[in-house]
């Protein structure tokens, strides 16, 4: 039997009055939210808030005790749980790959109960592997250990995207990663997302994650939704102390004046740096063995090039070298404001920048880290 | 060089060659093996298929488990001449009670293994296999059976030390193999005989033991959840 997806696109997805508790305890309390279709919805809070019990609702991998969840009107009480799970792609932090099966065993996993052959299987793998940035010829045939993190949740998301659901649902995908490479891959799931053009529901804990990717945030407290709204309303008008405590711009940006790049700054590892001439087909077997996301140059003319990894990946055989596909990066010296640095790379729309001490570059500036080191 | 001329030309080394070819002759051990790893093979492969068979069935109504767990323990404590004994007014003599005491002896370990290695999968990896939409038989074989495999195995493994035990002690009642040699060992007070069938079977033990842990060496690192 062929299957059909029980949705094509999402409308909304609606809970109502949902109450979930184990024992005396509640996970979730009473709950009204609307997702709109086309939205990132992003659930925030503490550990034990009912973020996560909330998204596993709507898969029905937990059934709630009372109230309602729906998708277009439907309630998913009366889908077939495999069948509404297969029409909803699914992103875990950490293990979310099963160690006993390569990427494309992975990726390919439900395709293949559904029946595709062996050579459209993987076609669809190469495709999503392409998608998410990794060559497939190199990764096709590896097993889940033989990744790093940031290749691990790569693989995590071509998997959810394999049936080309309308809906994802995301639980802290970043959360396990360090710094750098949660920037990198945050990034480049903002440019991703217009492109899916999903519905998407994204559990995290990190409220500079938050700002940064979710059109309207949903906080949660003590099992119960606090507030829900974009960005600019929760730090406009936050409903209670909670709220404002979380979003507070003014506390975090309050000894900003008196700070300068250096005292926020996340130092540097010389193996970022490559050399400038260097063709981009060898470049991207050294950043892929390294599981570096981005690299940098120092360009003929004295400043710095950044280069990403998808970038070079476009580049693959062209016999371009890095020079040429390098993109221009900001740069602050050591000394500069703090204040002054962010305000620029909030206009430029970037989230990193260099940093010299002197001629030398010594650090990387990332516009979330610095909210939260200042929190 | 190393060959066997220069072996023979040490004479205790000689006379052990001599004493093993004599034995090997009259008693038929060319024979005797394969009638010996005839009666292993057929009585492992059948554990095999009824253990694990009895451990997947156990898993899936876990009210059995115990009952049949703690019945399959009561015949691990029969010793294993008194449950030949029994069986003979059942199978009659020969070879046919002495493969089903190999079984009855190696189903426990097979389906104690089958049954902790499907239940103790690791949680997250069921959690993720049921949130891609994988129904209950899938996450069965496709997640839970392929991760237990390692313990699967190590339960057959202890299986063939049974098993070879079992087929040797066969010789009393007439089942042939390696253990009917043993039998005309101690019947003519041979010791000749005794010592080098005995020394045989605990070789072919040995190899055997050695390929099943090898074969679960292999499937620790393929399937094992610690990577």
């Keep these: ?375 | 060089m190393w060959n066997g001329g220069c072996l023979s030309e040490i004479p205790i080394i000689n006379d052990v060659l001599t004493e093993v070819q004599r034995v090997w002759d009259t008693q038929l051990l060319s024979l005797r093996t394969l009638e010996h790893l005839y009666m292993f093979t057929i009585a492992l492969f059948v554990s095999i298929l009824i253990g694990i068979a009895v451990g997947v069935l156990i898993y899936r109504s876990p009210k059995l488990a115990d009952p049949v767990l703690n019945g399959l323990n009561v015949v691990e404590t029969i010793p294993d001449v008194a449950l030949l004994v029994l069986l003979l007014p059942i199978f009659g003599i020969g070879a046919g009670p002495t493969v089903a005491a190999s079984i009855l002896y190696s189903i426990l370990p097979i389906t104690r293994n089958t049954y902790t290695g499907l239940a103790n999968v690791p949680r997250e990896y069921v959690e993720i296999a049921e949130a891609l939409g994988l129904n209950p038989g899938e996450v069965l074989m496709r997640v839970r059976f392929p991760l237990a495999l390692p313990l699967i195995a190590g339960g057959i493994r202890i299986a063939v030390v049974f098993t070879m035990g079992v087929v040797t002690l066969g010789g009393l009642i007439a089942a042939g193999g390696l253990g009917a040699a043993l039998q005309n060992g101690i019947q003519l007070y041979d010791m000749g005989t005794i010592l080098v069938t005995g020394a045989w079977v605990g070789l072919l033990a040995v190899i055997l033991d050695g390929g099943a842990g090898v074969i679960e060496n292999r499937l620790k690192v393929r399937y094992g959840t610690w990577s």
């Design chain 1, 1 to 375: 039997m062929k299957f059909k997806k029980l949705f094509n696109r999402i409308e909304s997805i609606k809970l109502e009055s949902v109450t979930k508790s184990y024992g005396d305890r509640f996970a979730v309390r009473d709950l009204d939210l609307e997702v709109r279709g086309g939205e990132l919805m992003i659930l925030i809070g503490r550990s034990g808030s009912g973020k996560t019990t909330t998204l596993r609702m709507i898969n029905r991998l937990i059934e709630p005790d009372s109230g309602r969840v729906s998708i277009n009107g439907a309630n998913v009480e009366d889908f077939d749980p495999v069948r509404l799970r297969r029409s909803i792609g699914y992103v875990i932090q950490n293990i979310g790959l099963l160690p006993h099966l390569n990427v494309s065993g992975n990726i390919g996993l439900i395709l293949k109960l559904e029946g595709w052959d062996q050579a459209k299987i993987r076609e669809r793998v190469s495709e999503l592997l392409n998608f998410v940035s990794l060559p497939p010829k190199s990764f096709m045939d590896r097993y889940p250990h033989q990744l790093s993190g940031g290749q691990q949740q790569r693989i995590g998301l071509a998997r959810a995207l394999a049936m080309d659901p309308p809906l994802l649902l995301m639980d802290e995908p970043f959360g396990a990663l360090d710094p750098l490479l949660r920037t990198q891959l945050q990034d480049e799931f903002c440019k991703i997302k217009k492109e899916l053009g999903k519905t998407i529901v994204f559990v995290t804990h990190d409220i500079n994650e938050a700002f940064k990717l979710g059109d309207r945030v949903a906080i949660m407290d003590n099992a119960s939704l606090v507030q829900v709204g974009t960005p600019e309303e929760l730090i406009f008008e936050p409903s209670n102390e909670l709220v404002s405590e979380i979003v507070d711009s003014k506390r975090k940006y309050r000894h900003m004046e008196a700070l300068k790049v250096r005292d926020m700054m996340q130092s540097l590892d010389s193996g970022y740096f490559l050399e400038g001439n260097m063709p981009a087909e060898i470049a991207l077997r050294k950043m892929v063995d390294a599981g570096l996301e981005v690299a940098f140059v120092f360009k003929e003319s004295g400043t710095v090039g950044k280069i990403p990894l998808n970038e070079v990946l476009k580049a693959g055989n062209t016999g371009k070298s890095l020079n040429d596909i390098s993109k221009s990066l900001l740069v602050f010296p050591a000394d500069a404001s703090l204040f002054e640095a962010l305000t620029q790379l909030k206009e430029e729309g970037e989230s990193m920048a260099l940093v010299l001490g002197g001629e030398m570059p010594v650090g990387l500036l990332f516009s979330d880290r610095v909210l939260q080191g200042l929190v």
